[in-house]
């Protein structure tokens, strides 16, 4: 078996200011509809779409080591509710996603706080 990881952090501030400045064209561009959904309906809206930004970022590091290939953001979304981990879902737009991955072969861990939020992303295969 391999692991391919990655690993991102953010700085909560960063995505309130790119939020702020393009609104939803900058939603629209990185996040899936479900996850914007998601995320407006928290109190930490902010570490919300960070941990989330975080955790696309942390995938395409593992993804591009395993496979050799870049995923757009939209092709990746961040799925949770409360009291439950968070997972990866694909949503390819082309044939790039690899037919070995599967959803038991991918870990994600996000975390965050008031300034920074974090993920890391390990794939097994």
Avoid at 53 to 61: M, S
Avoid at 70 to 89: F, H, N, V
Wanted: charged letters at 30%; proline letters at 2%; hydrophobic letters at 40%.
């Amino acid at each position: 078996m391999k692991l391919y990881t990655g690993i991102d952090i953010v700085e909560n501030k960063r995505i309130e200011k790119a939020l702020e400045k393009y609104g939803d064209i900058f939603l629209r561009k990185i996040f899936t509809e479900k996850e914007v959904d998601y995320c407006k309906s928290k109190k930490m809206m902010i570490q919300c779409f960070s941990a989330r930004f975080a955790a696309k970022e942390a995938f395409i590091k593992a993804y591009f080591q395993a496979f050799g290939k870049k995923l757009s953001y939209k092709e990746i979304e961040i799925a949770g509710s409360q009291g439950k981990p968070a997972e990866i879902l694909l949503h390819p737009h082309r044939e790039t996603v690899h037919s070995l991955l599967k959803p038991e072969n991918i870990s994600l861990s996000i975390s965050h706080e008031k300034n920074y939020s974090v993920a890391v992303v390990i794939i097994y295969l």
